[in-house]
Every structure is written in structure tokens, then in C-alpha cells.
């Protein structure tokens, strides 16, 4: 029994490490030629940081400006990093479809792109299913090992005299 909970813990631990393994989560918009170009993730996770970096280095200031899942509007300011580049900190409070663009002032302003949000998937589900899984297949063979050990020895015929 000892066995099957130490198993089961470290299952559920290994499957919220798996989870907390991911990387920072970043958005890289480069407008420097002629057409922007947008590096994002597939989905973002909400209420976590994301790291905002646009290369645009023939302008003064630059926002990430967008309209959130419920119409709200976003205006985030970037500050010029050390390698000319902007950048800033950006969280997405809510899961659903952002439009959002890079506002460089009168010199250039990118078309809108959309960015999806959504919650963190838990991989501490499928750890939990595979820990039953196995501890319903080793009690099986457990109980029938006990049925085995415990049962009668078949009888033989009586002795005729």
C-alpha cells in the first residue's frame, strides 16, 4: 500500500512538473522590412507574464495597442532596451481571441494579428488516470495471486478398498 501511494504522489508531482517545465512565454514583432513579422506562440497561458520584444529601431516610441476577447482596449508602452529593440511585460487576464498591433508612432504601425489565449492544460489528470490504471492492474494480480496461494488443493479420489 506504501508502494501505491509513493507511486501515485510522485505521478501527480512529475505531472505538475511537466507543467511548470514550460519556458517564459514571449512575443517578438519585428518591423523592420516591409512586411511585419510576428513571432507568437500558438496560445498563450492566461494571468502569466508574457515578454514583449518589437525590433523597430527607425522610431522614437512604440505600444502594443489591441482590443481584448470582450472589446475592452489594451495600450501597453514599451521602453527601448539595451539593444535598441522595445520592450515590456504584457498578461492576458482573459482566455479568448486578443487583436492586437504595434503602434510605432507616425512612422510605421503594423496590421492587427490575432493571439489566443487560453488556461493551462493539466497534465496531473492523465498522471492520476495512469496511477489508477497501474494500481488496478497490479491489485488484479495481486488478488489473484491470494486466490491461488489460499485455495484448496484438488481433491483426489478416495482410496478404494
Not at 104 to 129: P, Y
Amino acid at each position: 500500500m506504501f508502494r501505491f501511494l509513493a507511486f501515485l504522489l510522485l505521478c501527480i508531482a512529475t505531472g505538475t512538473a511537466w507543467a511548470a517545465a514550460e519556458g517564459p512565454q514571449k512575443l517578438t514583432v519585428d518591423i523592420r522590412g516591409s512586411a511585419p513579422r510576428i513571432d507568437a506562440l500558438e496560445r498563450y497561458i492566461v494571468n502569466e507574464p508574457v515578454t514583449i520584444h518589437v525590433d523597430a529601431p527607425f522610431t522614437k516610441s512604440a505600444s502594443l495597442v489591441g482590443v481584448a476577447p470582450d472589446g475592452g482596449n489594451l495600450r501597453v508602452p514599451l521602453q527601448r532596451g539595451a539593444d535598441g529593440s522595445f520592450v515590456g511585460m504584457l498578461t492576458f487576464p482573459a482566455s479568448g481571441i486578443w487583436s492586437l498591433a504595434v503602434d510605432a508612432g507616425s512612422q510605421a504601425k503594423t496590421s492587427t494579428f490575432s493571439i489566443n489565449a487560453g488556461e493551462r492544460d493539466s497534465h496531473a489528470g492523465a498522471a492520476l488516470m495512469l496511477a489508477l490504471s497501474l494500481a488496478s492492474i497490479g491489485g488484479g494480480l495481486g488478488l489473484i495471486t491470494i486466490a491461488r496461494k489460499f485455495s484448496a488443493a484438488p481433491a483426489s479420489a478416495p482410496d478404494v478398498p
